[in-house]
């Protein structure tokens, strides 16, 4: 399987479904929270979680958008140069431990970069959807990906 692709493969308006999806677990949660030191108790303390509005420990949006990105690697930006950044963020809605999530991003740009006749610049919206197929984030960044037989 092919990881990625070269800038000549995009086309605008193509969607890539990612493939598989990821059950996010009270453990991925916890560790995650840890990892990158978000102490807040909403996402450690289940106690604390049940007395706020939600009612129970949500998945921490870092670690939503950290997967929903990863999904997305394989079939987009695998042979990337460079990430060049990321425009806009949403988080549509919670997920919780036990739900799954699911990613799709669509090519909504390319152009051949001005400086450097070997790559292009792609932009991409990546969506994540749980496992009712309700959105809860949507990304859109841009990146360097290199042509076909470029050195």
């Known amino acids: 399987m092919e990881f990625g692709r070269y800038y000549e493969e995009f086309e605008i308006?193509?969607?890539y479904k990612h493939w598989p999806g990821r059950t996010i677990?009270?453990?991925d949660n916890t560790l995650f929270?840890?990892?990158s030191m978000?102490?807040?108790p909403l996402f450690i303390d289940e106690h604390y979680a049940r007395t706020q509005p939600l009612g129970r420990r949500p998945v921490l949006?870092?670690?939503?958008f950290s997967l929903t990105v990863g999904m997305s690697v394989s079939d987009t930006s695998g042979k990337t140069i460079?990430?060049?950044?990321?425009?806009?963020v949403v988080f549509e809605r919670p997920l919780f431990p036990g739900d799954s999530l699911y990613a799709e991003s669509e090519v909504l740009e390319k152009r051949e970069s001005q400086s450097k006749p070997d790559r292009g610049i792609v932009a991409?919206?990546?969506r994540g959807f749980n496992q009712n197929a309700e959105r809860v984030i949507t990304l859109r960044r841009r990146f360097l990906?290199?042509?076909r037989g470029a050195p």
């Open 25 to 27: 677990t009270e453990y």
């Open 61 to 64: 949006d870092s670690l939503i």
């Open 145 to 147: 990906a290199p042509k």
């Open 82 to 88: 460079a990430n060049l950044g990321y425009e806009r």
């Open 124 to 126: 991409v919206e990546t």
């Open 33 to 35: 929270a840890l990892m």
């Open 38 to 40: 978000n102490q807040n």
């Open 13 to 15: 308006g193509a969607i």
